[in-house]
């Protein structure tokens, strides 16, 4: 039976159904990408090292179950990310980190590219072969390299330094209106001090997590 965190009892759990919730399965995969980063190359061991049972952080990453607001904001401290970026895809894993946001950016493209059939005259423009989008795939600690960065704009007609931005396109939330935009953007401004009371706020206003 699975251990369930003394943080947040009620983690949230999917319903059983044909199909994995896209939902679920993309908040994973931001979170084996920060996972990686951090060098914590095993979920179980971490999952543990946490208090939680062995196998909790995988069914996260593999989008079987979803933390809460609580275990969220653990995740984003040991893993050193922004929690915000864990549920929303908001911004980068670190503000600071210029090339963590462009590997992100830079990896929705090849998505939307691979989906227009469009990939060889990609890969062809940026003179990059398809071992070496493998590395890169399968690396988020590998860096774009900003000749590569910039090719990419020229490819998509984009301006200078677009892939270096951050941005919320390219996440389950879109599209989302312009004022909710606004407001994710303030809250990764805020100190981790200030979203951990922020979250608090937010479970009293909204009331216990419910399965759903």
Known sequence: MQKKSPHNPRSISPKKSAKPNQT???????????RLMAKETNSRALSQ????SGGRINNFELGISTPG??????LGEILKVEPAWITYGVGSPRATAVY????????????????AAELPDFLDALKLTVERLDKLQANPLKKIPDDMARRCERYLKKPRGWLDETRIENTFCEPLPQDMRD?????????????ARLYEMAKVLLGPVTDS
């Open 183 to 195: 407001l994710l953007h303030t809250y990764i401004k805020l100190t981790n001090s200030d979203k």
């Open 24 to 34: 679920y399965v993309k908040i994973g995969k931001r979170i084996r990408q920060a």
């Open 49 to 52: 090292r946490l208090g939680w």
């Open 69 to 74: 607001p609580d275990e969220t904001l653990i």
């Open 100 to 115: 963590t946001t462009r590997y992100c950016n830079f990896m929705a493209v090849i998505d939307e590219i691979t989906a």
